[in-house]
């Protein structure tokens, strides 16, 4: 190389090494995988295990719940996390019917609804919810109730759990098929349709048999035979798939730092066939009117007979 | 304090040619002049980024409260009557919500993927807005100093460190009142909704929680770096022009004559009555050269012929 051919180069490389210098100044190293949503963040519903135990997302969840999840779940996701809990299953049913949420924490009944929607809008489940109890659907009056069968029930003030709970609305409903209410009204806990049916304020209202003994002033009027299954997490189609093993994994590792309410068993499946045995339930129900706050109603629509009646897991 | 080597490297010690001693000496001080510019606009720069985010925040902040006011004015009165009916709850009657999911529309949008927008509040209806605790210190800050009316800062997440700017969230219409004063006032939809303890209890002209628009550091930094090193480019563009033409220039000025005197000279050397110092008639250095040049060839020219007369008569 000549000195001339040299020297006229000098300036151009030293131009170009300090070029490739700013280039590599503004690269960062990424190695994450991140799991977010459509939106760019990770939308996340949280009903919980269990349905109608409390009459405020507070009680489904608390403040350190929520922060502590909140943060497991980001760390999990790598995307920014908006954590939805919500008391009523109503608006649980509203956001999963809409794919608003991209994961979500639910009960049976919303489980099997979110089985329910499309496939390419429906969701998948990851891991099971809740200890398995003796949950199973039931109706109960006043124990001077002269009502002693469920033909007698036509005519009553039936009080359910918001659209959405199994053994709140699906169940009761799906076993009252065929009869005319005086009116129906919706609470978010089963201790709030328990003092309204003290009270006189209604006639029959939606029980769970897990729940504590309500005392001898009620009795049970319908016993539905199916034990209900646990509750589920599940994933929106999207992001099963995508690559959503290490959210999983992470979750897995984290178990212990999660809500113990919630129940979660690490490196589980859920039994998807029991939840298909609800989607019968929950599909014949769904595609009927269903009933407004206050206003009497026909229980009345297709209503196909579930094969093996009986336990439901 | 003097350094000879480096002095004699850069500016030359007439070891090497002059074209490589003046393009080393250029290089360096291209080098020395583009690290010192980018040292400094790195500083403008990342000020300059922040600023653009914060200006851009406020703007998405502002058009929230423009989406809240909408529907607050035009969108509640109309939706706010249905809830009080037997159907389910309608969000759509409620500010926060229409800001937040007008903003989930616009962060679809590639553009604005990074940023984030919370309407925290320490005591919402919906406790997907449940202020963390990094939130709930931002809004006891509005509340303890009514007067501050924006708050910027960086924040730590688990993804990282986040640049934020807050504004707080004060109720100041009555109609706010009745959705979040008792449980006795509020929709029945609502309660069903969202229950009787949250959500309640809220005053008139009290700040209930915070506007927060976030945005990664990492996007900050991006910003700068890319700002940065564009500039960085054109310097370096510019200098390599520099250098090259200064290069050109200096070859077709200096050297190239420089070199043909030379070989004149040497040529002269032997037989200086054909050479011919054309330079000689330039105004320049080179012409003073050549003509200093002709004056020698001239004088050698005198003497050798004086020797040869010398060894004639001889």
Known sequence: MSAAGFSARGPLLAALAMALGLMGCGQQPSARVSLCGPAGQLRVGFVGAEEGRGSSGAAVLTDQDISRLRDLLTVASQCEVMLEPVASPEQAHQRLGASEWDVAFLPPGLAALALESSANRGYSLLRPLGQRSQSRSQLLVRAGSDRRAVADLKGARLGLLPRGSLTGFYLPLYNLHGLSLQSVHYALSYQELLDQLRKGQLDVIAWDAALPDPGGDVRVIVNDPNLIPVGALVLSQPLVAADHQPFLKLLDESAAQLPPSLGYVAGVLPEAQPLQRLRTVVTNVESWTLPLEGRPYAVYGRKQQLKDEGVMR | ?314
């Open chain 2, 1 to 314: 304090m003097k350094f000879p080597v480096l002095q004699g490297w850069m500016v030359g010690s007439g070891q090497r040619p002059l074209r490589k001693q003046l393009a080393i000496t250029l290089s360096a001080i291209f080098a020395l002049s583009i690290l010192v510019a980018v040292v400094l606009l790195n500083q403008l720069f990342g000020l300059q980024a922040r600023d653009l985010i914060d200006q851009r925040s406020s703007f998405f902040m502002d058009a929230m409260l423009a989406v809240r006011e909408y529907t607050s004015k035009d969108v509640n009165p109309i939706v706010a009557p249905l809830n009080e009916g037997p159907g389910g709850f309608r969000p759509e009657s409620v500010p926060s919500y229409s800001a937040q999911t007008v903003f989930a529309y616009l962060k679809a949008k590639p553009d604005y993927r990074e940023y984030s927008y919370r309407e925290a509040a320490l005591n919402p209806t919906n406790l997907r807005d449940k202020a963390d605790s990094f939130e709930t210190g931002v809004i006891e800050r509005f509340r303890s100093d009514p007067s501050l009316t924006t708050l910027a800062g960086e924040k730590s997440t688990p993804l990282g460190s986040m640049h934020f700017v807050a504004r707080p969230i004060k109720i100041t219409k009555e109609s706010c009142l009745v959705c979040h004063s008792t449980p006795d006032r509020a929709p029945a939809s609502q309660l069903l909704t969202y229950g009787d303890s949250s959500g309640f209890g809220w005053k008139l002209n009290e700040i209930v929680g915070a506007q927060i628009v976030t945005v990664p550091q990492k996007a900050v930094f991006e910003a700068k770096d890319r700002s940065l090193f564009t500039t960085a480019l054109l310097f370096v563009i510019a200098f390599v022009a520099v250098g090259l033409i200064t290069n050109g220039v200096l070859n077709q000025l200096i050297l190239r004559p420089m070199r043909e005197i030379s070989r004149k000279a040497e040529e002269a050397s032997v037989t200086p009555a054909t050479v011919s110092f054309d330079e000689r008639n330039r105004s320049d250095e080179i012409g003073l050269l050549a003509r200093s040049f002709e004056r020698m060839k001239q004088s050698l020219a005198i003497s050798m012929q004086m020797l040869k007369d010398r060894q004639g008569r001889s």
